[in-house]
């Protein structure tokens, strides 16, 4: 469902992310880790069509997104690491707004609210101004708004910062199931252990590149055989900046 062939970027004499090839399956739940700077947000802002390229493409079900976004952005949803909700909309009316923008019947997208309103517990301040919800609350709502077209593709960078637990719990819960159910999860994280429970695969960058890539026990495996993601993780890391790979 996406699908980097050689993709890279650069910002001036910079290379934020190196060329990359990376293929992520249908229901597949990928996990992106790395260092702050490492080219996560960028990779994903690639694949959101946010930025091109500098070289190489990006293909969103077969779909080159820099030669046609709008067909590629119609199988897709991205939700950043700072959710932006229109300050003077209820969080409902934000998602009957954005229910719109997508095209969606009256009815169909009343349902769908109420149930989404359901799933992450939002009924009792859904209705109030977004302008007085915490990071969490706007995350929630952020989450819900980007299902509600029922993407082949979801785009989450650090979805679960800043949340708490019940929530951070549910938010995972409600990913695993669309995963199950054929979405395709590319989710940027710092959050090991989230990645360990709830990932296919992972893959790894350090500076603009793909240093590992594979399940758990492959990754284990190539940091000889540690138990947990944390320690996968600084091994892989540390190897690769004294290899310079």
Known sequence: MISFERASRRFGPKVA?????LSIGRGEFFAFLGPNGAGKTTTLKMAAGLLRPSEGRVLIGGIDIGIDPIAAKRLLAYVPDQPYLYDKLTGREFLRFVAGLYG???????????????????????????E?????????????????HEPRVVLLDEPLVGLDP???????GILREHASKGTTIFMSTHVLSVAEQTADRIGILNQGKLVALGTMDELRAKAGKPENLEDIFFRIVEEAEATGK
């Open 166 to 172: 019940q929530t951070s719990r549910l938010v995972k």
């Open 132 to 148: 007085t919800y915490s990071h969490g609350m706007k995350q929630r709502v952020a989450l819900a708004a980007t299902l509600l």
């Open 17 to 21: 992310v190196h060329p990359l090839d």
């Open 104 to 130: 969606i019947d009256t009815a169909d997208a009343r349902a769908d609210i109420d149930r989404y309103v359901a799933t992450f517990d939002m009924k009792d301040w859904i209705d109030e101004l977004t």
